[in-house]
């Protein structure tokens, strides 16, 4: 304790020193993942010392526009594709080609060699069992059962204007609907939307405690939560998932791009990379195989089948005027 | 101002000129320092508002105030804060008149039980909330009631809460002074209980009454963490800021609501002076304290509502300790340890890490605010107007918008305080000058209760300014500012908004942690973490406790 204390009161005392072989990674990684990989990476570049910075998608994007004039990280390491193609963001980005990009497909990462996703996640249902049960309703396989009138004040989404994982969900609808039959759908749900809730993970936590029947959310958070031992299922919607990538970066202003290099490197890597498919279910390159416990969530050994194809450009130029739309129709 | 006094003036020059000076340097000392550390940052932020696509201009405001949604945003917000300002301050005032004015039992546990809002981080409070009250929560699960948490009254019942505790220790100071000889003289005069409240109890607490108004009305409506987690979709102006600035990444749009905010520091500022005037001071040199008389009724009636609003503050962390014992609330009740094993980034390095700086801005914020209040007060400077909107001012400003100042001022190369980002003394300032308001009202309530009189007896005897100010204000002023320090120390223990713009992978806190945690869906972890949190809070309270009845202070309040 008192060595802690000390430590404390050191760290105040001295301004933060850079020494050649550190590098400061920004993560959006959920907490228990980024701690795996970081030590995997600790492990592979002994020389290097790696701090993290782990917040959430929006915190940590209003973070880095607010240090562009003097951005204190070197990396972006997965980090929502569709918030690192914010100007504010990507102008901060230089580009780089680590070895072995060319193994991921080129819809996965940006033309321009900004920013390549090696991992990736899906918006899925998360379904309360003991709620279902007790309310005599049957498990939901598809948005479309959504619409029930069963599940009226039984849906919780995140609100896509906050969230990214709710702007996916409400995106990829109207992208596989097209946009007059989209909105249409849109409207139907609405009606059985108990509460959109302003982050994208807790509808799936809320739906896991119990406290409704169904949330939208993603993947990774279902995944979790039934490991945690919630009597939670999860479905991935029979119309296809909607998905997002998690994208990796090189700052243009880090002090120390060559360890940033060495860094970007390592996460192609094979060990890495066997490293995603413990953790994710999305990783866009070839590798390791799906964990038991992913599959007995219910995700197919090949997750591409279930996903909707994303055009993420369009997704990203279309964001503002679809919130403003999805605002005028369900906020007012 | 008497004719004597004037007439002694020419030989008290001397001593005049001095403090004179001594004023000037503090006053522009201090207002330094809030331009630093306050203006500075949210200045930087809120100039943002003027940054549009097209480059400077009015653009994001007539892009906000054109949109229907902004005025029922506007409404929602003033509604909401409207109704639970009246509720808080309402219900802290016959709390804190119970505890001042009558001989209910305990007042010590009394005392401290409400302020549990304030030992953990919003979220958890939030979460205990939903733990009890939520469609699954012990209420509707265990006995079969059928509540809906989320929503308005959601909203209000969590705001309520949260702003108890500020109004409660600024009512408290101002109902803890009493001058007996107005009492007994009603008395004498046949003044029936109802009628000397009126005359003379709410009359000499105004100021206080107000002051509480403007805390809980402001910080209900900067806040966004209870609105986000409880009010499902019942939209707020603090919920669009979170929105604009956390959902979309544009600072232009979020600033603009940000400047909105700001009105009713604004509008407070501007009826400060008019609800100041009838307050007059308590304690004068002829005072004599107030004895409370023995009425059993009184007291019974008084009692039965302090411990039934106890009741509802301590179910909140109850339930909390609860869920940090069980393996999963609320499916597997059975006991377990394991969730104090905590494996979150760091483990409980950040617990230490926040001792620290709350010990730093317990000390230093408490310097501060006092500093600033004396300035007010005290001080015949024209500085004082500017000071005083300042002192108030960071309850206008929402956290997220704070922090995010604090990053675009410090963080940059040209700013010669540079070298401060990304230490712990800047998280302290940003802590101290984030909780500034409610430290300075609670000070000022109290020092506004201490007579000019001393003031003028000690300058006539010779004394100056700054003798006066150690031998006679600070004597009595002191147990108000023990708790003033406490109360810091406690804000930096638990606040959270502000604080993950600047931490580092060097100086995470522990607020951050719980988020982590809750960010994980780890709800029981969290809530153990966050037990740790109180259980520091709490040795806090008991140590400052101890430390004043080994002084002497043995019949002296650390929370009045």
Same mark, same amino acid.
């Given at each position: 304790?008192?060595?802690?204390?000390?430590?404390?009161?050191?760290?105040?005392?001295?301004?933060?020193?850079?020494?050649?072989?550190?590098?400061?990674?920004?993560?959006?990684?959920?907490?228990?993942?980024?701690?795996?990989?970081?030590?995997?990476?600790?492990?592979?570049?002994?020389?290097?010392?790696?701090?993290?910075?782990?917040?959430?998608?929006?915190?940590?994007?209003?973070?880095?526009?607010?240090?562009?004039?003097?951005?204190?990280?070197?990396?972006?390491?997965?980090?929502?594709?569709?918030?690192?193609?914010?100007?504010?963001?990507?102008?901060?980005?230089?580009?780089?080609?680590?070895?072995?990009?060319?193994?991921?497909?080129?819809?996965?990462?940006?033309?321009?060699?900004?920013?390549?996703?090696?991992?990736?996640?899906?918006?899925?249902?998360?379904?309360?069992?003991?709620?279902?049960?007790?309310?005599?309703?049957?498990?939901?396989?598809?948005?479309?059962?959504?619409?029930?009138?069963?599940?009226?004040?039984?849906?919780?989404?995140?609100?896509?204007?906050?969230?990214?994982?709710?702007?996916?969900?409400?995106?990829?609808?109207?992208?596989?609907?097209?946009?007059?039959?989209?909105?249409?759908?849109?409207?139907?749900?609405?009606?059985?939307?108990?509460?959109?809730?302003?982050?994208?993970?807790?509808?799936?936590?809320?739906?896991?405690?119990?406290?409704?029947?169904?949330?939208?959310?993603?993947?990774?958070?279902?995944?979790?939560?039934?490991?945690?031992?919630?009597?939670?299922?999860?479905?991935?919607?029979?119309?296809?998932?909607?998905?997002?990538?998690?994208?990796?970066?090189?700052?243009?202003?880090?002090?120390?791009?060559?360890?940033?290099?060495?860094?970007?490197?390592?996460?192609?890597?094979?060990?890495?990379?066997?490293?995603?498919?413990?953790?994710?279910?999305?990783?866009?390159?070839?590798?390791?195989?799906?964990?038991?416990?992913?599959?007995?969530?219910?995700?197919?050994?090949?997750?591409?089948?279930?996903?909707?194809?994303?055009?993420?450009?369009?997704?990203?130029?279309?964001?503002?005027?679809?919130?403003?739309?999805?605002?005028?129709?369900?906020?007012? | 101002?008497?004719?004597?006094?004037?007439?002694?003036?020419?030989?008290?020059?001397?001593?005049?000129?001095?403090?004179?000076?001594?004023?000037?340097?503090?006053?522009?000392?201090?207002?330094?320092?809030?331009?630093?550390?306050?203006?500075?940052?949210?200045?930087?932020?809120?100039?943002?508002?003027?940054?549009?696509?097209?480059?400077?201009?009015?653009?994001?405001?007539?892009?906000?105030?054109?949109?229907?949604?902004?005025?029922?945003?506007?409404?929602?917000?003033?509604?909401?804060?409207?109704?639970?300002?009246?509720?808080?301050?309402?219900?802290?005032?016959?709390?804190?008149?119970?505890?001042?004015?009558?001989?209910?039992?305990?007042?010590?546990?009394?005392?401290?039980?409400?302020?549990?809002?304030?030992?953990?981080?919003?979220?958890?409070?939030?979460?205990?909330?939903?733990?009890?009250?939520?469609?699954?929560?012990?209420?509707?699960?265990?006995?079969?009631?059928?509540?809906?948490?989320?929503?308005?009254?959601?909203?209000?019942?969590?705001?309520?809460?949260?702003?108890?505790?500020?109004?409660?220790?600024?009512?408290?100071?101002?109902?803890?002074?009493?001058?007996?000889?107005?009492?007994?003289?009603?008395?004498?005069?046949?003044?029936?209980?109802?009628?000397?409240?009126?005359?003379?109890?709410?009359?000499?607490?105004?100021?206080?009454?107000?002051?509480?108004?403007?805390?809980?009305?402001?910080?209900?409506?900067?806040?966004?963490?209870?609105?986000?987690?409880?009010?499902?979709?019942?939209?707020?102006?603090?919920?669009?800021?979170?929105?604009?600035?956390?959902?979309?990444?544009?600072?232009?749009?979020?600033?603009?609501?940000?400047?909105?905010?700001?009105? $009713?520091? /604004? #509008?407070?500022?501007?009826?400060? %002076?008019?609800? &100041?005037? @009838?307050?007059? =001071?308590?304690?004068?040199? *002829?005072?004599? $304290?107030? /004895? #409370?008389?023995?009425?059993?009724? %009184?007291?019974? &009636?008084? @009692?039965?509502? =302090?411990?039934?609003?106890? *009741?509802?503050?301590?179910? /909140?962390?109850?339930?909390?300790?609860?869920?940090?014992?069980?393996?999963?609330?609320?499916?597997?009740?059975?006991?377990?340890?394991?969730?104090?094993?905590?494996?979150?980034?760091?483990?409980?390095?950040?617990?230490?890490?926040?001792?620290?700086?709350?010990?730093?801005?317990?000390?230093?914020?408490?310097?501060?605010?006092?500093?600033?209040?004396?300035?007010?007060?005290?001080?015949?400077?024209?500085?004082?107007?500017?000071?005083?909107?300042?002192?108030?001012?960071?309850?206008?400003?929402?956290?997220?918008?704070?922090?995010?100042?604090?990053?675009?001022?410090?963080?940059?190369?040209?700013?010669?305080?540079?070298?401060?980002?990304?230490?712990?003394?800047?998280?302290?300032?940003?802590?101290?000058?984030?909780?500034?308001?409610?430290?300075?009202?609670?000070?000022?309530?109290?020092?506004?209760?201490?007579?000019?009189?001393?003031?003028?007896?000690?300058?006539?005897?010779?004394?100056?300014?700054?003798?006066?100010?150690?031998?006679?204000?600070?004597?009595?002023?002191?147990?108000?500012?023990?708790?003033?320090?406490?109360?810091?120390?406690?804000?930096?223990?638990?606040?959270?908004?502000?604080?993950?713009?600047?931490?580092?992978?060097?100086?995470?806190?522990?607020?951050?942690?719980?988020?982590?945690?809750?960010?994980?869906?780890?709800?029981?972890?969290?809530?153990?973490?966050?037990?740790?949190?109180?259980?520091?809070?709490?040795?806090?309270?008991?140590?400052?406790?101890?430390?004043?009845?080994?002084?002497?202070?043995?019949?002296?309040?650390?929370?009045?």
């Amino acid at each position: 304790m008192k060595a802690s204390v000390f430590s404390g009161l050191m760290a105040a005392l001295l301004p933060a020193t850079v020494y050649a072989g550190d590098i400061t990674v920004y993560t959006a990684y959920e907490e228990d993942e980024a701690a795996a990989f970081l030590e995997l990476a600790k492990t592979a570049m002994p020389d290097i010392n790696v701090n993290m910075l782990r917040l959430s998608t929006g915190d940590l994007a209003a973070r880095i526009i607010a240090e562009k004039a003097n951005p204190q990280h070197d990396v972006i390491w997965g980090f929502a594709a569709s918030t690192i193609v914010n100007p504010e963001i990507a102008d901060t980005l230089e580009a780089y080609a680590p070895a072995g990009l060319e193994k991921i497909p080129t819809s996965f990462r940006d033309g321009d060699n900004k920013w390549f996703a090696v991992t990736g996640y899906m918006a899925v249902l998360c379904v309360n069992t003991e709620r279902a049960a007790k309310l005599g309703l049957d498990v939901p396989t598809s948005w479309a059962d959504l619409t029930d009138p069963k599940f009226k004040g039984e849906v919780v989404m995140p609100n896509p204007a906050s969230s990214g994982t709710g702007y996916i969900q409400v995106s990829s609808l109207l992208q596989m609907k097209g946009e007059d039959a989209g909105w249409t759908f849109l409207d139907q749900l609405h009606g059985n939307i108990a509460q959109y809730i302003k982050s994208g993970s807790k509808p799936c936590n809320a739906a896991a405690s119990g406290e409704y029947t169904v949330g939208a959310s993603f993947d990774m958070r279902a995944i979790k939560n039934i490991d945690e031992g919630f009597p939670m299922m999860m479905v991935v919607p029979a119309e296809g998932a909607g998905n997002e990538l998690e994208a990796n970066a090189l700052v243009a202003s880090s002090k120390n791009k060559d360890d940033a290099r060495r860094f970007l490197d390592w996460t192609l890597t094979p060990e890495a990379v066997n490293a995603y498919y413990d953790w994710k279910a999305i990783v866009t390159l070839p590798g390791g195989s799906l964990p038991q416990k992913f599959k007995d969530a219910g995700l197919p050994e090949d997750t591409n089948s279930v996903l909707h194809p994303t055009d993420f450009a369009a997704a990203g130029a279309d964001r503002d005027r679809i919130i403003a739309e999805w605002q005028r129709r369900y906020e007012n | 101002m008497t004719d004597q006094t004037v007439s002694m003036s020419s030989r008290l020059r001397q001593f005049r000129l001095s403090d004179k000076s001594f004023a000037t340097a503090v006053s522009v000392g201090i207002l330094v320092l809030m331009v630093i550390f306050l203006v500075i940052p949210a200045v930087s932020i809120l100039l943002r508002s003027f940054v549009g696509d097209s480059g400077w201009g009015l653009e994001n405001y007539t892009e906000t105030l054109n949109s229907g949604r902004i005025r029922e945003l506007v409404g929602n917000s003033l509604t909401v804060s409207a109704i639970t300002a009246a509720l808080a301050v309402s219900l802290a005032y016959v709390y804190a008149y119970s505890i001042q004015r009558t001989n209910v039992v305990f007042k010590s546990f009394l005392r401290i039980v409400v302020m549990t809002p304030l030992f953990a981080p919003s979220l958890v409070q939030a979460q205990g909330l939903i733990f009890l009250f939520g469609r699954n929560g012990a209420f509707n699960r265990f006995f079969g009631f059928d509540f809906d948490l989320y929503g308005f009254w959601g909203i209000v019942l969590a705001n309520t809460l949260y702003t108890f505790p500020y109004a409660f220790l600024i009512l408290s100071a101002a109902l803890a002074a009493a001058d007996a000889r107005l009492y007994e003289g009603a008395v004498v005069m046949g003044a029936k209980p109802m009628r000397i409240f009126q005359a003379i109890t709410l009359p000499s607490t105004r100021y206080g009454i107000a002051a509480a108004c403007f805390v809980s009305f402001s910080l209900s409506i900067t806040d966004f963490g209870n609105a986000i987690v409880i009010g499902g979709d019942f939209n707020v102006l603090a919920t669009e800021i979170y929105n604009k600035v956390i959902g979309q990444g544009k600072f232009g749009l979020g600033a603009v609501i940000g400047v909105l905010l700001l009105a $009713p520091a /604004v #509008i407070s500022k501007l009826l400060e %002076r008019r609800i &100041a005037r @009838g307050q007059h =001071a308590l304690i004068t040199d *002829g005072s004599k $304290p107030l /004895v #409370i008389g023995i009425n059993r009724s %009184r007291d019974l &009636a008084y @009692g039965i509502y =302090a411990y039934v609003v106890a *009741g509802m503050f301590l179910a /909140v962390p109850l339930i909390v300790l609860l869920a940090s014992f069980v393996r999963l609330w609320p499916y597997n009740l059975s006991f377990t340890l394991k969730h104090y094993s905590f494996d979150v980034q760091n483990g409980a390095q950040p617990l230490w890490n926040s001792i620290v700086v709350a010990l730093a801005t317990a000390l230093f914020g408490v310097v501060l605010v006092t500093i600033a209040a004396i300035v007010v007060q005290k001080f015949r400077t024209p500085l004082r107007g500017p000071i005083s909107f300042l002192a108030i001012l960071p309850t206008s400003i929402p956290g997220m918008v704070l922090g995010l100042g604090y990053v675009l001022a410090f963080n940059n190369p040209a700013n010669p305080l540079n070298m401060l980002y990304g230490t712990f003394p800047l998280i302290v300032l940003l802590y101290i000058y984030y909780n500034h308001a409610q430290g300075f009202l609670i000070t000022t309530t109290s020092l506004k209760q201490i007579s000019s009189t001393f003031d003028e007896a000690s300058t006539m005897l010779g004394g100056s300014q700054l003798r006066t100010l150690f031998k006679v204000t600070l004597p009595i002023l002191w147990p108000t500012l023990v708790g003033v320090a406490v109360f810091f120390f406690m804000r930096a223990m638990v606040s959270l908004s502000a604080v993950i713009f600047l931490i580092t992978p060097q100086t995470q806190v522990a607020a951050v942690s719980v988020l982590q945690l809750s960010d994980r869906g780890a709800n029981n972890q969290a809530a153990a973490f966050s037990v740790c949190i109180m259980l520091i809070v709490l040795a806090m309270l008991l140590l400052a406790r101890s430390v004043l009845w080994l002084a002497g202070a043995k019949n002296i309040t650390l929370i009045r």
